[in-house]
């Protein structure tokens, strides 16, 4: 699209303040957004919209993560030993089943910590930082 002709308007002060700080919010110029309030066009910003992100809740997930899962190790390990008991004849059949359901549940939590910090860059369009 050529733009070939010039339009002038007249506004207040504060309504230029106010045109000038919507359009810096889509990061266009003032005129462009004006174009896009008479004509009814979808604006696009050349910025993505930034969300602030807690990063240090980001982080005390991945924390949280890594603790779960040193936690569900140490489960793996008494369920093995425990199996190997069953099988040798001893009566822990009870509490091998109580420790194979609290594997499944960390494993549960920990896969629901994993998919909320990457809601939570993915929402914000970020990139996760370094830990």
């Known amino acids: 699209m050529t733009l070939s002709v010039k ?4 506004m207040t002060e504060n ?4 045109l000038d700080e919507k359009a810096k919010r889509l990061n ?8 896009y309030a008479v004509f009814k066009y979808e604006p696009q910003s050349s910025l993505a919209p ?3 992100v807690d990063w240090d809740t980001y982080h005390l997930l991945g924390q949280m993560k890594f ?5 569900g190790t140490n489960i793996n390990q008494l369920t093995h030993d425990a199996n190997l008991s069953v099988m040798m004849g001893s ?14 549940f960390l494993n549960q939590l920990a ?6 910090r990457s809601q939570i860059t993915t929402n914000a369009g970020l990139t996760p ?3």
């Open 7 to 10: 339009f002038t308007v007249r």
């Open 15 to 18: 309504e230029k303040v106010v």
């Open 28 to 35: 266009v110029k003032s005129s462009k957004f004006v174009r």
């Open 50 to 52: 930034m969300t602030s």
């Open 67 to 71: 603790e779960l899962n040193k936690i």
């Open 91 to 104: 009566p822990m059949q009870s509490q091998l089943d109580e420790f194979q359901k609290l594997s499944g």
């Open 111 to 116: 896969s629901l910590i994993s998919d909320v």
């Open 129 to 131: 930082q370094e830990e």
